[in-house]
């Protein structure tokens, strides 16, 4: 954490992993199979408290794809977690308590962001409109085609949400019709006082967010799963054609991949990280593989 009590500060987290063919995230370079570790972040407001971002895996996840037609989701990310990994373990570790949380801020409803959802019972869930619509009405296997596990979402989500950007998602038409706004992001200020933002996202899922956090020394952006591996944003290099089969809106990623490769250069001192990206594990003072 940055200790300086007047601003806000973050900490990251990593919460197991799951495995998939490298060629996926890189067709060009990939190799084998890859990593991907389910990072979230512990958010710390002067004024707000204290939100978690995302929750990573918890061994529910597990359990929950022991059936079909959950099983097929288990197939295709085979995932690893130990109980003491979770969210919730590793906050109690820095003696914090689910109830101390001020609110749970959800990026998307891919299982390896929301598993340790139901360790954090009753506090506030802010999450975008269309996610949440969209977690509350897929079933079966509509609801695996789209990345979700309904067991791991609590009943009562509908009840908690406080917050949602309603500004529903980027309209791609809107971006076609306004080419000076083809690289632009959206960001929505949580708070009023510009220290933390949520950003829209799409393409990858449905409402996906990211976070963007101004410390006292850096700003952090956290673009969650718009891109796996900074390395292939870099180069201009976009996952296999076969994600396609669960991303929720292929030309929209490929419009935030444009507007993030354009953030990268316009603001090159930001700390840009992804969810899964390597190079975010190198930010986890207790990551420990
Ligand atoms: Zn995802």
């Avoid at 990994?85 to 959800?106: C, F, H, R, Y």
């Avoid at 999450?127 to 969209?134: D, E, I, R, T």
């Avoid at 509509?142 to 980027?170: C, F, M, Q, W, Y």
């Avoid at 000076?180 to 996202?201: I, P």
């Amino acid at each position: 954490m940055v200790s300086n009590p007047t601003t806000v500060s973050y900490r990251l987290f990593a919460s197991g992993y799951c495995t998939a063919h490298d060629r996926i995230v890189d067709p060009k370079n990939g190799r084998g199979k890859a990593r991907f570790y389910a990072v979230w972040l512990l958010i710390e407001h002067p004024q707000h408290g204290l939100f978690v971002f995302d929750t990573g895996y918890s061994p529910r996840f597990l359990e929950a794809t022991q059936h079909f037609p959950d099983k097929f989701y288990g197939w295709a990310t085979p995932a690893f977690i130990k109980n003491e990994e979770t969210a919730m373990v590793q906050l109690a570790q820095t003696g914090i308590k689910p109830s101390d949380l001020s609110g749970m801020i959800i990026s998307h409803f891919h299982a390896d962001h929301v598993a340790g959802m139901l360790d954090f019972p009753k506090i506030p869930v802010i999450c975008h409109s269309a996610a949440m619509q969209q977690v509350l009405s897929v079933k079966g296997f509509g609801a695996v085609r789209h990345g979700i596990v309904k067991a791991l979402i609590p009943n009562d989500l509908r009840e908690r949400v406080r917050i949602i950007t309603e500004d529903s998602v980027i309209s791609n038409k809107a971006i076609m019709r306004n080419p000076d706004e083809l690289f632009s992001l959206q960001f929505k200020d949580l708070f009023g006082d510009g220290s933390v933002e949520l950003a829209q996202l799409p393409g990858h899922a449905c409402g996906q967010l990211g976070i963007r956090i101004h410390t006292a020394d850096h700003t952090l952006f956290f673009a969650t799963d718009a891109v796996w591996r900074k390395s292939t944003l870099e180069a201009g290099i976009l996952p296999s054609p076969t994600v396609k089969l669960f991303f929720d809106d292929w030309a929209a990623y490929k419009t935030t991949f444009s507007a993030l490769r354009n953030y990268q250069q316009t603001f090159p001192t930001h700390r840009l990280l992804f969810t899964h990206c390597p190079e975010t594990l190198t930010h986890i003072s207790s990551f420990n593989p």
